[in-house]
């Protein structure tokens, strides 16, 4: 198991933690792996009852670590892409209740991951956005393309992925980003109060809802992540891609 990553189980809620702060919880495939472990014990482990999504530090996550977008060849890109949907699958698939514990950003794969948590709990000073088109990469990556839409609806969804703005906490509650709205100072009870209440309550009843609710949307996510994949392949090998990653360094060291 890596420090990227820690876990903690209280009263049948397993707390998973992006543990790389100062690296803004960055996510690199040592991470991602971890992640992935984490996931697929809470399926099958029978003390969790419901799984809290949180990030050390200031902020939830700020999407994959870009250090990690070198040259490489469409069918390693491919492998990567689709690897990074995997921690997604787990959790829409999983029949137990996923909360997302939003502070700070959360922003790219960050927001990814929130969006396919059955609840998004954020706080007053929380922000969300979907910056893909700003480093030349397809606005649909880590699963924006199949929740964003039918979480906000296609305008403000389009708004969100095409512009790369931040949203304000307020304005991602107004809009349904966000299932809960509290003050930094109360964000912590107010997820372990819904996460516990999940845990000690009906669990077949909560299996069987969270996947009637998922099975409504459609039968196609998988459809849409080939989609994703085989559209952020294409924008990692490109040049607008490889110079803007340039840019945001030099500005970072600069």
């Known amino acids: 198991m890596t420090d990227k990553l820690q876990t903690k189980i209280d009263d049948g809620v397993l707390t998973i933690t992006l543990n790389r702060p100062d690296r803004l919880n ?9 992640m992935v472990d984490a996931l697929q014990s809470a399926v099958t482990d029978e003390t969790v009852g419901a799984v809290v999504l949180a990030g050390a530090g200031r ?44 502070h700070g950003d959360v922003v790219g794969g960050g927001l990814g991951l929130s969006l396919a948590c059955d609840f998004r709990v ?3 000073d929380s922000r969300y956005s979907a910056p893909f088109v700003k480093l030349g990469l397809a606005g649909c990556d880590m699963s924006a393309g199949y929740f964003l839409p039918r979480l906000i609806g296609m305008g403000r969804a389009t708004d969100m992925m095409m512009t790369a703005r931040f949203l304000d906490a307020e304005e991602a509650y107004q809009i349904g980003l966000l299932s809960r709205l509290v003050p930094e100072s ?24 969270k996947n009637a609710i998922r099975r409504s949307l459609d039968r196609d996510m998988e459809n849409e992540f080939d989609y994703e994949i085989f559209a952020q392949v294409q924008c990692l090998q490109s040049e607008v891609h490889r110079e803007r990653v340039a840019a945001f360094f030099s500005k970072r060291s600069g």
């Open 26 to 34: 960055a996510i690199d495939i040592e991470m991602l792996d971890a």
């Open 59 to 102: 902020v939830f996550c700020a999407g994959a670590d870009i250090g990690q977008m070198i040259d490489r060849t469409p069918a390693d890109w491919e492998q990567i892409v689709d690897h990074y949907l995997d921690p997604v699958r787990l959790i829409a698939t999983m029949e137990k209740p996923v909360i997302a514990r939003c």
């Open 122 to 124: 954020g706080a007053e």
């Open 186 to 209: 109360q964000l912590d009870d107010a997820v372990m109060e819904l996460a516990q209440g999940f845990a000690s309550g009906p669990t077949r009843a909560l299996a069987f809802t």
